[in-house]
């Protein structure tokens, strides 16, 4: 590399360790552009606030890789009959930066170029130029931390950042700088060169740059730690997830979706226990399944690996060599809009309560699967009036009923019918409604031949008939990438 003055040994070395990792998951028909002098705006902002200010010579610029899937040669970009075909063929970029032995920064990669993407996860649209053209790519943002300006919990804060950014226009993208500058306010030490961010001061972070951020411990919430971490990955939320082994090593990364659930881990479900309700369940012969519980490996952002790692919740360091196999997921920090305050844990207790306790409880002998999620009731909408199976009264009155921002959605299925992407049975609560007596959450519940209102002036449940025939599950919320 003579762009960063590294010599050929070290070259080869850093390709192999860092660089070639990546390349081994991309396809073999992938080609590359590679453009020097490139300036990368996350690494100058590190550049001017402290590479600088040091002894050896730092470079200003970057390198940046673009891949394609697909053919390609220079002279397409100059023939403008070829660009239609070049942003179809176009997967994304890698940033390398000449801060030695950590070279690997800002990367957005589509996961059509993997290997192997059979999988859902969180992307956004990113916008970029290659050789003079404009170009798009979805993916989700990445980089390696430098371990001076950015470790791994400043770098998991910046990929969140630039995520919804690049989504939603009510946030910034974020620069280290920034970060550095909000949490000196809180810290009582000096913030460069980084020592890592603890739990709350990562979430005092979120909460500064505009989110409700709340977080979830595994000692407090035990058994249901994990399906509360499943529910916020299906509901689109790229989460923090902090990771030890009790000792030497603590970690953060990001869980951005998970593998495709297949029929042979619906089969191996367990039914859901809750000790609340579990008196119930048993005297009615009432078996309830969890979509949250099936087994299966989620996609991880890690700054230490290549773009969408994959691991179980058990062992989300399995990739590491043998001193990180101990660690264990402690805790995770959920970004989510200041106007949601039903969270996951009480969102999924008033639905078992309401379920089994409620005006219209289930059944006796009945079997149902739940698949619990957040979603705006704007992409809510706009897939239920698409969706040609949802019975057409219900769909209506979906579409017609005020909403807030956003809502929790519980489809109620069965093994057999969630195999097929089905269900038959739908509840809706209010997102911004934390009081959960008295039913004030409940928009909508139409399940068991039954449609239940709750009218806010009177205070009172309506239920009358409704035929419910099965209908498709919603599945916006993370993309899908196998082609």
Same mark, same amino acid.
Request: aromatic residues 12%.
């Given at each position: 590399?003579?762009?960063?003055?590294?010599?050929?040994?070290?070259?080869?070395?850093?390709?192999?360790?860092?660089? !070639?990792?990546?390349?081994?998951?991309?396809?073999?028909?992938?080609?590359?552009?590679?453009?020097?002098?490139?300036?990368?705006?996350?690494?100058?902002?590190?550049?001017?606030?402290?590479?600088?200010?040091?002894?050896?010579?730092?470079?200003?610029?970057?390198?940046?890789?673009?891949?394609?899937?697909?053919?390609?040669?220079?002279?397409?970009?100059?023939?403008?009959?070829?660009? !239609?075909?070049?942003?179809?063929?176009?997967?994304?970029?890698?940033?390398?930066?000449? #801060?030695?032995?950590?070279?690997?920064?800002?990367?957005?990669?589509?996961?059509?170029?993997?290997?192997?993407?059979?999988?859902?996860?969180?992307?956004?649209?990113?916008?970029?130029?290659?050789?003079?053209?404009?170009?798009?790519?979805?993916?989700?943002?990445?980089?390696?931390?430098?371990?001076?300006?950015?470790?791994?919990?400043? #770098?998991?804060?910046?990929?969140?950042?630039?995520?919804?950014?690049?989504?939603?226009?009510?946030?910034?993208?974020?620069?280290?700088?920034?970060?550095?500058?909000?949490?000196?306010?809180?810290?009582?030490?000096?913030?460069?060169?980084?020592?890592?961010?603890?739990?709350?001061?990562?979430?005092?972070?979120?909460?500064?740059?505009?989110?409700?951020?709340?977080?979830?411990?595994?000692?407090?919430?035990?058994?249901?730690?994990?399906?509360?971490?499943?529910?916020?990955?299906?509901?689109?939320?790229?989460?923090?997830?902090?990771?030890?082994?009790?000792?030497?090593?603590?970690?953060?990364?990001?869980?951005?979706?998970?593998?495709?659930?297949?029929?042979?881990?619906?089969?191996?479900?367990?039914?859901?226990?809750?000790?609340?309700?579990?008196?119930?369940?048993?005297?009615?012969?009432?078996?309830?399944?969890?979509?949250?519980?099936?087994?299966?490996?989620?996609?991880?952002?890690?700054?230490?690996?290549?773009?969408?790692?994959?691991?179980?919740?058990?062992?989300?360091?399995?990739?590491?060599?043998?001193?990180?196999?101990?660690? !264990?997921?402690?805790?995770?920090?959920?970004?989510?809009?200041?106007?949601?305050?039903?969270?996951?844990?009480?969102?999924?207790?008033?639905?078992?309560?309401?379920?089994? #306790?409620?005006?219209?409880?289930?059944?006796?002998?009945?079997?149902?699967?739940?698949?619990?999620?957040?979603?705006?009731?704007?992409?809510?909408?706009?897939?239920?009036?698409?969706?040609?199976?949802?019975?057409?009264?219900?769909?209506?009155?979906?579409?017609?009923?005020?909403?807030?921002?956003?809502?929790?959605? #519980?489809?109620?299925?069965?093994?057999?019918?969630?195999?097929?992407?089905?269900?038959?049975?739908?509840?809706?609560?209010?997102?911004?409604?934390?009081?959960?007596?008295?039913?004030?959450?409940?928009?909508?519940?139409?399940?068991?031949?039954?449609?239940?209102?709750?009218?806010?002036?009177?205070?009172?449940?309506?239920?009358?008939?409704?035929?419910?025939?099965?209908?498709?599950?919603?599945?916006?919320?993370?993309?899908?990438?196998?082609?």
């Amino acid at each position: 590399m003579d762009e960063f003055n590294i010599n050929e040994i070290n070259s080869k070395n850093l390709f192999k360790q860092y660089v !070639k990792p990546s390349f081994d998951n991309f396809k073999d028909e992938t080609y590359i552009l590679a453009e020097t002098e490139y300036v990368d705006k996350v690494y100058r902002d590190s550049y001017y606030h402290y590479y600088s200010s040091k002894l050896p010579d730092y470079k200003r610029n970057c390198i940046r890789l673009s891949f394609f899937e697909g053919k390609i040669s220079d002279t397409d970009f100059r023939d403008k009959n070829k660009y !239609k075909k070049l942003q179809q063929k176009y997967r994304g970029f890698i940033v390398l930066r000449p #801060t030695d032995p950590f070279i690997i920064g800002r990367s957005v990669i589509s996961p059509l170029l993997l290997k192997n993407n059979n999988f859902t996860a969180c992307v956004s649209k990113f916008h970029t130029t290659v050789y003079g053209l404009k170009f798009t790519v979805k993916g989700f943002p990445h980089s390696s931390q430098d371990t001076e300006t950015i470790s791994c919990a400043e #770098t998991s804060l910046w990929a969140i950042m630039e995520y919804f950014s690049n989504k939603y226009s009510d946030y910034q993208p974020l620069l280290p700088s920034k970060i550095t500058n909000t949490l000196r306010q809180m810290s009582s030490e000096r913030q460069i060169p980084s020592k890592g961010l603890s739990i709350s001061e990562m979430s005092y972070a979120l909460k500064e740059f505009g989110f409700g951020a709340r977080i979830y411990s595994k000692r407090e919430y035990g058994k249901e730690f994990e399906g509360l971490l499943s529910c916020y990955v299906e509901s689109g939320i790229p989460i923090i997830v902090t990771v030890d082994d009790e000792e030497n090593i603590a970690h953060a990364l990001l869980a951005i979706g998970h593998t495709k659930v297949e029929n042979s881990k619906i089969d191996a479900m367990w039914p859901h226990i809750n000790s609340s309700i579990e008196h119930i369940l048993q005297s009615k012969n009432i078996k309830i399944y969890d979509f949250d519980t099936i087994n299966k490996d989620f996609i991880f952002i890690d700054d230490n690996q290549p773009s969408y790692q994959r691991a179980s919740l058990n062992e989300p360091t399995i990739h590491y060599s043998a001193e990180w196999h101990k660690c !264990k997921i402690t805790h995770f920090i959920v970004p989510l809009y200041t106007k949601i305050y039903l969270e996951a844990y009480e969102a999924k207790n008033y639905i078992l309560e309401f379920l089994t #306790t409620g005006p219209e409880p289930l059944i006796d002998n009945s079997t149902v699967l739940l698949r619990t999620f957040l979603a705006s009731s704007r992409s809510f909408k706009h897939e239920i009036s698409k969706n040609e199976t949802i019975q057409d009264d219900l769909k209506s009155l979906i579409i017609e009923s005020a909403m807030p921002k956003f809502i929790w959605i #519980t489809e109620i299925s069965s093994k057999e019918l969630m195999k097929n992407k089905m269900a038959n049975g739908l509840i809706i609560l209010d997102a911004t409604q934390k009081i959960i007596y008295s039913n004030k959450p409940l928009i909508i519940a139409a399940y068991q031949e039954k449609l239940i209102l709750f009218d806010e002036k009177s205070g009172i449940l309506q239920s009358n008939v409704l035929t419910l025939p099965r209908f498709q599950i919603f599945e916006h919320n993370l993309n899908n990438f196998e082609i």
